[in-house]
């Protein structure tokens, strides 16, 4: 199928104008090569090539303008990071200088690769055919003393690694945006950031879509309940302002009653109608009286507390002046009484004497 798909690219670029034949094509991401790096790796750079490599794994393993690659299966794989997920490249768009990368830096080459010069690149026209070869004239042809610079190394993934290493597209999108500024300088390399942009934007509008069905649906209908909520409110308030306006007139009316009542009950005893005020309209005055003054009692007769004071006048100051001269009469006819027994004693005693 992998066949099919590169054949069909490559006879639809050679029936297209020269201009128009530029459309770089890659495979579906996530392909499985047999490829599994749980650590960054370690890479160093091929003399006189702007390429890296990994001396210490057993796969043909590079790192170019920004890419990793990888050669695996008669197929080239690109990858913004380490570990993939990987894309497919038809071989017609590989870059040159990872073409132009000697035999001896290939950590796992094909069997076909064994029996060419070690120091040399592959013999890819010899490989892929004579229609790669017309596409591709010229390939082997370079200037060394032109060669460009190598782009830096992504050393920020190093820390992520193992359960730490992201998967998603998305993900991958905004952490090298975040650490990573190098702008790649091949097309091949261009494009696929484009692509790997478009899919990482996909892919979140995709999982807002997922997380949030709940939260777009709720919203939804509170839009189409909104019209009719708006058209009752009207209603509801002007009900509960005229339910208001109607206890208002029921407590007036209660008021003016009360009050209507307090003036009549006024008017009958003959007083003239007071403001009372809220609360004590119907409590009964108290009248304060002046305490009355203790009355002069001889030594007989002796009545009970109790009689005494039911006896004792109760009245106001005017009473004071008769209740004292009644005293003073009182003891004067005691003082009297006692002067008449004292002379009637003494007259006896003279008797009793002469005797």
Avoid at 101 to 122: I, K, L, M, Q, T
Wanted: proline residues 10%.
């Amino acid at each position: 199928m992998r066949y099919l798909v590169i054949a069909l690219a490559i006879l639809l670029c050679s029936a297209l104008p020269a201009r128009a034949q530029f459309s770089i094509e890659f495979g579906a991401p996530g392909v499985n090569i047999g490829i599994n790096m749980p650590v960054y790796p370690t890479l160093v750079r091929i003399p006189g090539y702007p390429v890296y490599y990994d001396p210490q794994v057993n796969s043909n393993y590079f790192f170019y303008d920004g890419l990793y690659w990888v050669y695996s299966g008669d197929n080239w794989y690109a990858s913004e990071w380490y570990n993939g997920p990987w894309q497919l490249v038809a071989p017609v768009y590989v870059p040159q200088f990872l073409l132009l990368v000697p035999v001896r830096y290939y950590r796992a080459p094909p069997v076909y690769f064994r029996s060419w010069y070690r120091d040399g690149p592959p013999r890819w026209g010899e490989h892929w055919g004579h229609t790669w070869e017309q596409r591709r004239v010229g390939w082997d042809r370079w200037d060394r003393h032109s060669v460009p610079a190598a782009a830096p190394l992504p050393v920020y993934q190093r820390q992520y690694s193992g359960n730490n290493y992201p998967r998603a597209v998305e993900q991958q999108q905004v952490i090298r945006s975040q650490n990573y500024r190098y702008q790649p300088r091949e097309a091949v390399a261009q494009q696929h950031f484009q692509q790997r942009a478009a899919q990482g934007r996909l892919q979140g509008q995709q999982g807002q879509q997922q997380v949030q069905p709940q939260g777009n649906a709720a919203r939804a209908r509170a839009q189409t309940q909104q019209p009719v909520q708006q058209g009752t409110a009207p209603q509801a308030e002007q009900q509960q302002r005229q339910q208001m306006n109607r206890q208002r007139q029921q407590q007036e009316q209660l008021h003016q009653q009360q009050q209507q009542q307090l003036q009549q009950s006024m008017q009958g005893q003959g007083r003239p109608p007071q403001p009372q005020a809220q609360g004590r309209q119907n409590a009964p005055q108290e009248r304060i009286r002046p305490p009355s003054p203790p009355q002069a009692q001889g030594p007989e007769p002796r009545s009970p507390p109790a009689r005494a004071a039911q006896a004792a006048p109760q009245g106001g100051g005017e009473n004071h002046g008769p209740q004292q001269a009644r005293g003073g009469e009182n003891k004067g006819a005691q003082h009297e009484g006692k002067g008449e027994e004292k002379g009637a004693r003494k007259g006896q005693v003279k008797q009793d004497e002469n005797k």
